[in-house]
C-alpha cells in the first residue's frame, strides 16, 4: 500500500516537473523571438534614420537632424512598449492554459493539487506515526514476554506446552481428549517456523564452524500470554560436539486493529427448527413445554418442523402439535410424516425440502435440547447467510440420578441447567445442533441420506463445511444443553458408529470423580463407618478417663 502510494506520488511530481520545464523553455522562447523583433526593428530603425541623415545633410543644419532623429527613436520606443505589453499578456495567457491543464491532470477524486499534497503529506505522517506505535508496542511486548508474573494461586498459573518432532504435550482440553496430540494445521505452522527461525538464528553466528538443521532440533517449550504473545524456547544439539544450544524466541502480538462492524437486526429473522423424531412422546410433551416458554412467550419469530417416523404415536404427536394452537394461537408448525425406518439424516433432509417459503434460517435441533433465548440470539446474529455457519458446542448434561443422588429432592429442570464440572460436560465430539441457512445447506449438498441409524451424518457434513469457502463458528455456547437420557447401542451398527455410541455412553452418565465414588462405594462407605465408629470409641474412651480422674 505504502508503495503504491509512492509510486503514484513519484509519478504526479514527474508531471508536474516537465510541465514546468515546457513552460521555462516556451517563455524562453518567446523571449527570445520579442528580443530577435526587437533587434530587428532597431535596426531597420537605424537604417532609415541613417538614410535620413545622409538625404538631409547637405540642406539641414545639425540642430535639425538631432530632432528628426529623437522623433524617430521615441516612435519607435513607443512601438517596442506595445509590442512588450501584449507579450507579456499572452505569457500570462498562457501560463494560466497550462496551469489549467495540469491540474486538469488529477485524480478525479481530488479536486485540486494542493489538496493532494496536503492530505499526501497527512497520510506519510500517520502511517509513520502507526509504524513508530506497532514498533514501540512490540519492542514492549518482548522485553515483557520472558518476565515473570505473580499469579493468585495454582489455578491461575499458566502452564507450559512441551513438544517433540511430532507431538504436542499440553494440560488444555481437546477434542481428542489426549495427553499427547498431533499438532493442529495452524500449530504445526506456527511451530514450524518457529523451529526454522531458530535454525537460521544459530547459523548466523560467526563461531559457529558447522551450520545447524533441522534434524538438530531436540525439543522445546512454547506458553502463549494472550496479553502479550507467545515465548519459545528451543533446543538444538550441536553436530559435532553435542553441545546443547537453546534459542529463545518470542512472537509478540500486535495492537488491536479493527476489522469490520456490522449492524443486524436479529427480531426480523425467522428461525425455522427442524427435529427428526420416533417415539419419545414424554420428552416430546416436555420439549414443547420449553419451546413455548422460551420462544413461543417471548414473541421470537420461530417456526416447527417435525419429521416423524412410522405410525406409531403419530396421532399423539399431531395432538400436542394442534395444542399449539388451541392453547396459544401458535399456529407456526408443519409435520412431515414418513413411514420407514428411522434416520437423523433423512428427517432433516426432508424438513428443509418441506420449507416453501424464502431463504430461512434452519436449526436442526433433537427432542432432548434444552435451550435459552440467548441461544435463539446466537444463532441469529452468529449465522450469516454465504458467510458464516454456527456450530455451538452443547453442554450435556450427567444422569441427574447420579448427580443429586443423597439430596432430599431433586431440583427442577430448569434448576439443573448448570455448567459445573459435576453437573455436565462440553461434548466437543457432537456436530448435529447447528445453525445455517437453508441455501448454504442446499449449496453444500445436505446431508448424506445413505447413512443409516446413529450418527456420522452430521460429521460428515461439518467436515464439507470446513473445506469450503463458509467460516465454521465452533463456540462453547452457554444456552443449548443436552438432557440426560439412556443411549442404546445396537449392535447392527456400524463398528466406528458402535465405537462412537458406547464413548458417548460412557461420557454421559457423569463426572471421572464421580464414577470414582461410586465404583468405590462399598469401600468408602466402609471407611467412613469405620472412621466414625472410632471416633465415637476415643470420645467415650476419653469421656471416662475424664469421669475417673473426677472420682
Not at 215 to 233: A, H, K, L, M, Q
Request: glycine share 6%; proline share 3%; aromatic share 12%.
Amino acid at each position: 500500500m505504502a508503495m503504491a502510494s509512492v509510486s503514484s506520488k513519484m509519478k504526479w511530481m514527474s508531471v508536474r516537473t516537465w510541465t514546468k520545464v515546457g513552460l521555462v523553455l516556451l517563455i524562453a522562447f518567446i523571449v527570445f523571438l520579442a528580443k530577435l523583433e526587437t533587434c530587428t526593428t532597431s535596426l531597420d530603425g537605424c537604417m532609415k534614420m541613417g538614410e535620413v541623415m545622409s538625404n538631409q545633410a547637405d540642406g539641414l543644419n545639425g540642430q535639425q537632424r538631432h530632432e528628426d532623429c529623437m522623433t524617430i527613436l521615441s516612435e519607435m520606443e513607443e512601438r517596442h512598449r506595445t509590442e512588450t505589453s501584449v507579450l507579456k499578456q499572452q505569457i500570462a495567457e498562457l501560463k494560466a492554459e497550462l496551469t489549467k491543464y495540469g491540474d486538469g491532470m488529477q485524480p478525479l477524486d481530488e479536486p485540486s493539487r494542493q489538496k493532494k499534497l496536503i492530505l499526501g503529506e497527512s497520510m506519510d505522517n500517520k502511517k509513520f506515526e502507526e509504524a513508530q506505535t506497532l514498533q514501540k508496542t512490540i519492542i514492549q511486548q518482548v522485553a515483557k514476554i520472558d518476565s515473570q508474573k505473580s499469579v493468585k494461586d495454582e489455578y491461575d498459573v499458566n502452564p507450559f506446552s512441551s513438544m517433540s518432532s511430532k507431538y504436542i504435550y499440553t494440560l488444555g482440553e481437546s477434542l481428542r481428549h489426549k495427553p499427547a496430540l498431533h499438532p493442529r494445521s495452524d500449530q504445526k505452522e506456527d511451530l514450524v517456523e518457529s523451529v526454522f527461525f531458530a535454525v537460521e538464528t544459530l547459523n548466523k553466528k560467526k563461531t559457529n564452524q558447522h551450520k545447524f538443521a533441522v534434524e538438530n532440533f531436540v525439543d522445546g517449550i512454547f506458553r502463549t500470554d494472550f496479553t502479550i504473545g507467545t515465548y519459545y524456547n528451543m533446543v538444538f544439539r550441536h553436530p559435532d560436539t553435542n553441545y546443547y544450544y537453546t534459542v529463545q524466541l518470542a512472537r509478540p502480538f500486535a495492537p488491536l486493529q479493527k476489522v469490520k462492524t456490522q449492524v443486524i437486526d436479529s427480531s426480523k429473522i425467522s428461525i425455522n427448527f427442524i427435529m427428526p423424531l420416533k417415539g419419545r412422546l414424554d420428552k416430546f410433551k416436555t420439549f414443547l413445554e420449553r419451546f413455548k416458554k422460551v420462544a413461543i412467550d417471548s414473541n421470537i419469530e420461530v417456526f416447527l418442523t417435525v419429521v416423524y417416523f412410522g405410525r406409531d404415536g403419530l396421532t399423539e404427536i399431531k395432538t400436542l402439535l394442534h395444542s399449539l394452537t388451541t392453547r396459544f394461537a401458535f399456529r407456526n408448525f408443519k409435520l412431515v410424516s414418513l413411514d420407514r425406518e428411522f434416520s437423523r439424516g433423512l428427517g432433516l433432509q426432508e424438513g428443509v425440502a418441506s420449507w416453501e417459503g424464502s431463504n430461512v434460517l434452519l436449526f436442526f435441533c433433537d427432542v432432548d435440547i434444552a435451550f435459552t433465548t440467548d441461544f435463539l440470539e446466537h444463532c441469529r446474529y452468529y449465522t450469516i447467510p454465504g458467510q458464516t455457519v454456527y456450530y455451538p458446542v452443547v453442554f450435556s448434561l450427567y444422569n441427574p440420578d447420579i448427580v443429586y443422588q443423597g439430596q432430599d429432592q431433586r431440583p427442577s429442570e430448569e434448576d439443573q441447567l448448570k455448567i459445573t464440572k459435576e453437573t455436565g460436560f462440553w461434548r466437543d465430539f457432537g456436530f448435529g445442533m447447528t445453525c445455517q441457512y437453508r441455501s448454504d445447506f442446499l449449496n453444500i449438498g445436505g446431508f448424506n441420506t445413505n447413512i443409516q441409524g446413529w450418527g456420522m451424518e452430521d460429521v460428515e457434513l461439518y467436515r464439507r463445511y470446513l473445506q469450503s469457502h463458509l467460516k465454521v463458528i465452533r463456540v462453547p455456547d452457554n444456552g443449548i444443553f443436552h438432557t440426560y437420557h439412556p443411549k442404546d447401542c445396537p449392535t447392527t451398527l456400524s463398528p466406528e458408529q458402535y465405537r462412537m455410541c458406547i464413548g458417548s455412553k460412557a461420557l454421559g452418565e457423569a463426572s471421572h470423580a464421580m464414577m470414582g465414588r461410586l465404583a468405590f462405594k462399598e469401600t468408602i462407605n466402609m471407611t467412613l463407618f469405620n472412621m466414625g465408629k472410632s471416633k465415637l470409641n476415643v470420645h467415650y474412651r476419653k469421656k471416662h478417663e475424664d469421669d475417673d480422674e473426677e472420682d
